[in-house]
């Protein structure tokens, strides 16, 4: 993610250059571009910049060729290598984002000087490596620079442009124009200009130079000085030039309107659109990493003809909560292509292919439930759980002897659980914003009322709703966060106890007082997220499970229940956890079920499955539910499926997807997030040992959070702020609120707007729950990148 702007700006049209290989022509092909520009465009200066080069100057520096043949062109190397770098050395190495950052501040200099040209030089071929091992196309893809690929027109040029396009595109690069240097014998640039024409790119073939005069060096000059003065008056430079500057400014003029045009025709989802208008919505050019670049019209430094264009804009929300790996991840672009190539889609029932078949073994090992057995695949998460919904409900009516068509059979769930748009699943949450003017919806369960954790004033606070204290506790404090999730210690406590006769009394006035049947219990773990980031007490939630599970004569009369279930069989209700928000590493582990000591026996996983890239949804069962749907009759199956079912693309994407995050988990990619939260929270309890009767923090499990245990503190004493929490990647703040009004409140919008505003170059995209403000990292976010968030946090809240 750089630190300063996009990189698109008015004034200053600017183009990569890369090879399809080393010794195409690169040089050449830049210094004809500038050279062009800076005679038959006087009015603007020409820029060249080469960010790194490698070798001796004599040889490398591309900088010199140009000055040389180009005198009115303004050039610099920002990085020069003149000779491998030597391990002593490596840590004088520029990183990544300094490239990037240099490149961003050099041409945002330029472009404020007035209207100009600027071409940008890659070192070697489209996949050569930069100075810290990162491939060119994806050390450069942040800034998205289009292109201008120079053919390979040697012997094989035809198979190493095509590669180096593909390349490119894979990675999401506008190829602007491909060049070559015509050959009468290799012919290269007539087949190259059918390929590329095809695809809607124009080919523009440049005579060849002259061959290097390597005994003498003036002869050498002028024949190149001979060459430039001669292919500038060529038709296809003129022509090129024209078509870059038609794109550049057809672009602006893209982005300028798309907008409006998406106001006209975009039906959004959860958006009042009477409160819609062109200058709310985001006009979104590309993404990489944790970051959009977007559309603004807001001049730079309030220069109105040198403005930039794009900004980078932090994706708050990763993308609706989907995002893992980060935007543009060429390791899932490969992935997906792969798949695409090899299967394009073809049909589940039946048959089977290799990404279907691997991705439900994977997932099963990976998750470490016992209880698990059998994957059923759908598209999106509400799909998920519309057939977990099935399956849970056709067991219990299938072992109790319900006729669910002559009497109702609801669910159980907790308040403010919202489970997806689907009919079923919408019907699994109680009356809300999201369902009660869907005229379809009938909301049939019994959601209990539960206690909440929140950071406030620097402790951590499980707070009992007000209308459960008389069965209950008052709010109780807990030194650490790790404190509040030792289940082994709390089990044996006091709330866990009232928990226990609380959730048991009022499941007994439900089925025996008012007759009512129940088919599942259905749970968000730890985090309900629609219903505005409710951090459930995970005590709580286990105690749920438990009294569910071992209490099966509470939910049916008949004298042949089977009783309390071995580990695997499920008893009393079947056990739905819906994780397909707080599933796979997004809370910092590989299932949040396992912050709650208990195995579901079906769970839902999407969003984080794929990385971010592709929806695709789990459903994971015990051998016994699947058993229930065996039969000879067709009708006693499970009749729920979608035509892309386990669509082999997403599939093979789910699997890289799933190999990377278990390669970050083992490797300790996160162990610096680790470390923050270990050390705050062991001096937390040291600070407060005399007034909790915690355990010694080592004895903890350890709970962990990308976004720093210092913010966390810092925020739960702002006077705006309610409470506070954060666990993997989430981050959640809610606002005090005396209107109390819920969904609809706007107290959180403060805050969203100064992050939108940000600063020039950059600002903060999030989304808000009623007074509920959250903000999500990806599992690739970087430790600087986040604290650099953090710190727009602190400014807007005055922290």
Known sequence: MSRVAGALWRSLPAWQVYGANTGVGKTVLSTILCKVSSRFHPERKVWFLKPVSTGPLEDADDGRHLNRY????????????????????????????????????????????????????????????????????????????????????????????????????????????????????????????DFFGEKGIRVFGIPFPPARDEHSVSKDEKSMQAFYEDVINHPNIGNLLAALSTKHERRIGELGTMAARANDVIWYPFTQHQLVSPSNISVIDSAYGDCFQTFTNKPADGDTTNNEVLQFSFDGSASWWTQGLGHGNPDLSLSAAYAAGRYGHVMLPGGIHEPALSLAEDLIDLLENPRLKRVFYSDNGSTGMEIALK??????????????????????????????????????????????????????????????????????????????????FDNKTFSSLGSVFNLEHRKESDAAYLYRDYIKSTLQELVQRDSRK????????????????????????????????????????????????????????????????????RLGRRTSASFLDVHPDISVHAKLLTGGLLPL?????????????????????????????????????ALTSLKKMLHMEKSGYWNSFVDDWTSANALLKKATATTTSDPVESENPVVWSSWSHGLVRDLSYAESVEGVFALGSVLSISFRDESGGGYTSAAASGLQSKLAQGSPGFNVHSRVLGNVLYLMASMTSKPDELRRIEQMVRSALLL
Not at 394 to 423: K, M, N
Not at 621 to 627: G, K, P, Q, V
């Open 391 to 472: 399956m849970g409900l056709r067991v219990s009516c299938d072992r109790y002897g319900w006729d669910a068509s002559q009497e109702e059979v609801g669910i159980l769930g907790l308040s403010g659980s919202y489970h997806g748009d689907t009919i079923g699943t919408m019907d699994c949450s109680e009356p809300s914003t999201y369902n009660k003017r869907v005229e379809w919806y009938r909301g049939r369960g019994y959601w209990f009322k539960f206690p909440t954790v929140k950071m406030c004033k620097g402790q951590w606070v499980v707070e009992v709703p007000e209308e459960l204290q008389e069965h209950l």
């Open 70 to 193: 180009a005198r009115d062109v303004n050039s610099k190397c920002l990085y020069q290598f003149n000779q491998p770098v030597s391990p002593h050395l490596a840590a004088r190495r520029p990183s990544d984002t300094d490239i990037l950052d240099s490149i961003s501040q050099q041409l945002g200099t330029w472009a404020k000087e007035g209207p100009g040209f600027a071409v940008v030089e890659t070192a070697g071929g489209v996949l050569s490596p930069g100075p810290n091992g990162s491939l060119q196309a994806d050390l450069y893809r942040p800034l998205r620079f289009p292109v201008v690929l120079v053919a390979d027109p040697r012997l094989g040029g035809i198979s190493s442009t095509i590669a180096a396009y593909e390349s490119l595109s894979i990675r999401g690069y506008d190829i602007s124009a491909v060049t070559v240097f015509t050959d009468a014998y290799y012919k290269n640039h007539e087949y190259l200009e």
């Open 518 to 585: 129940f088919g599942a219990l259905i749970i968000e773990p730890l985090i309900l997220g629609a219903g505005g980031m409710i951090f459930a007490d995970p005590l709580f939630q286990h105690t749920l499970v438990q009294v569910v599970r071992e209490n099966p004569q509470l939910f049916s009369s008949r004298d042949d229940l089977p009783p309390p279930s071995p580990a695997t069989s499920w008893s009393g209700l079947p056990v739905i956890f819906d994780e397909v928000f707080t599933g796979l590493y």
């Open 617 to 653: 949804s789990t459903t994971l069962a015990s051998e016994d539910i699947f058993n229930t749907f065996l039969s000879p009759q067709k009708t006693d199956a499970l009749l729920h499926g979608h035509s892309y079912t386990a669509h082999a693309v997403g599939c093979q994407v």
